[in-house]
């Protein structure tokens, strides 16, 4: 569920080092930690909408008795 993901952020963060945009926005006064920042916001929220998507599925159809807040936590948390 999480692989294509994986992958594609994986890509994306090699295309960068390989058009050497993360050095392009370090010489015009980005810091590392806002670089990264980003990065995490950016899979969080992809990561966040999956977990609600698969979550929503397992909660109506397989789960019916477990523990909601439990749940989401553990398919967030693989994310």
Do not use: C, H, N
């Not at 945009?21 to 810091?31: A, D, F, R, V, Y």
């Amino acid at each position: 569920m999480w692989v294509p993901l994986v992958y594609s952020t994986v890509f994306r963060i090699v295309l960068e080092k390989q058009q050497k945009i993360q050095e392009t926005m370090l010489i015009m006064g980005m810091s590392e930690a806002a670089y990264w920042g980003s990065w995490y916001a950016y899979y969080s929220a992809i990561s966040s909408v999956i977990a609600i998507i698969a979550f929503s599925i397992l909660q109506l159809i397989v789960y019916k008795t477990s523990e909601p807040l439990i749940l989401f936590a553990l398919l967030w948390g693989f994310g």
